[in-house]
């Protein structure tokens, strides 16, 4: 056999074996994927979404196995059955979730960057969620009026509320988590996401279903 000819001998061994070592870690990845995605028949793919929740307001236990991460806005009707699903999520698995919530709000929702203003001034004085709820409850007529009148409501200290509504920190707060839904992929709200596992069907019977399926995983190991 010629010099040449060994060369192109050596390099075809060479490429072969690279070829064979790429084929091995992508089935490697693939099964170390399914080994980590519970069978879900909504789920939307098999990525591990790692989300920052730094900064997001959160409801339930603290060292839940179980951890749901929601974009939502506030001027999305389809986003207003969001608390009575978490609501009847936690009754149903008490102490197994911690659920935090996500601003995403829409170009064509006006009035959405200022509730989401106004939950987190109540989110400064503990009592986020009550007016969050208060806020997706009064989607059709949502203005300052109202976030003031349930502060007062809430027993609130005003003038409190009044400087964090206007603070400038909520701004950065948004962008950050439109910047994290992009990389996502987010296209569509609600969005909510099961222990990084991004869920296409956010209807209470079928997280329910998702919840209980990674619980019964978790519990098998």
Same mark, same amino acid.
């Given at each position: 056999?010629?010099?040449? +000819? &060994?060369?192109?001998?050596?390099? @075809?061994?060479?490429? @072969?074996?690279?070829?064979?070592?790429?084929?091995?870690?992508?089935?490697?990845?693939?099964?170390?994927? &399914?080994?980590?995605?519970?069978?879900?028949? @909504?789920?939307?793919? /098999?990525?591990?979404?790692?989300?920052?929740?730094? =900064?997001?307001?959160?409801? #339930? +236990? /603290? +060292?839940?196995?179980? *951890?749901?991460?929601?974009?939502?806005?506030?001027?999305?009707? $389809?986003?207003?059955?969001?608390?009575?699903?978490?609501?009847?999520?936690?009754?149903?698995?008490?102490?197994?979730?911690?659920?935090?919530? &996500? =601003?995403?709000?829409? !170009?064509? =929702?006006? %009035?959405?960057?200022?509730?989401?203003?106004?939950?987190? $001034?109540?989110?400064?004085?503990?009592?986020?969620?009550?007016?969050?709820?208060?806020?997706? !409850? @009064?989607?059709? =007529?949502?203005?300052?009026?109202?976030?003031?009148?349930?502060?007062? /409501?809430?027993?609130? +200290?005003?003038?409190?509320? %009044? &400087? !964090?509504?206007?603070? %400038?920190?909520?701004?950065?707060?948004?962008?950050?988590?439109?910047?994290? $839904? #992009?990389?996502?992929?987010?296209?569509?709200?609600? $969005?909510?996401? *099961?222990?990084?596992?991004?869920?296409?069907?956010?209807?209470?019977?079928?997280?329910? /279903?998702?919840? #209980?399926?990674?619980?019964?995983?978790?519990?098998?190991?």
């Amino acid at each position: 056999m010629g010099s040449f +000819n &060994k060369i192109i001998f050596i390099y @075809s061994v060479i490429a @072969s074996g690279l070829i064979c070592v790429l084929v091995w870690q992508n089935y490697v990845l693939k099964n170390f994927l &399914k080994e980590k995605t519970p069978s879900i028949a @909504s789920v939307v793919d /098999e990525t591990l979404y790692d989300s920052n929740t730094n =900064h997001s307001p959160y409801i #339930g +236990n /603290e +060292n839940a196995p179980i *951890v749901i991460v929601c974009f939502s806005d506030y001027q999305c009707p $389809a986003c207003s059955m969001g608390p009575d699903t978490i609501n009847r999520l936690m009754r149903d698995f008490p102490d197994q979730i911690r659920f935090y919530l &996500k =601003h995403l709000p829409l !170009d064509t =929702h006006k %009035e959405s960057r200022s509730a989401i203003s106004a939950s987190m $001034a109540a989110h400064m004085q503990g009592r986020f969620w009550d007016m969050h709820s208060a806020i997706m !409850d @009064s989607q059709s =007529h949502l203005d300052e009026s109202l976030y003031f009148e349930t502060a007062g /409501e809430l027993n609130l +200290n005003l003038d409190l509320f %009044e &400087k !964090d509504f206007n603070s %400038e920190l909520w701004s950065d707060l948004i962008q950050s988590d439109i910047y994290e $839904a #992009g990389a996502f992929g987010v296209t569509e709200i609600p $969005a909510y996401f *099961v222990n990084g596992i991004r869920i296409s069907d956010s209807s209470y019977t079928n997280l329910k /279903e998702t919840i #209980g399926k990674i619980i019964e995983e978790l519990n098998s190991k």
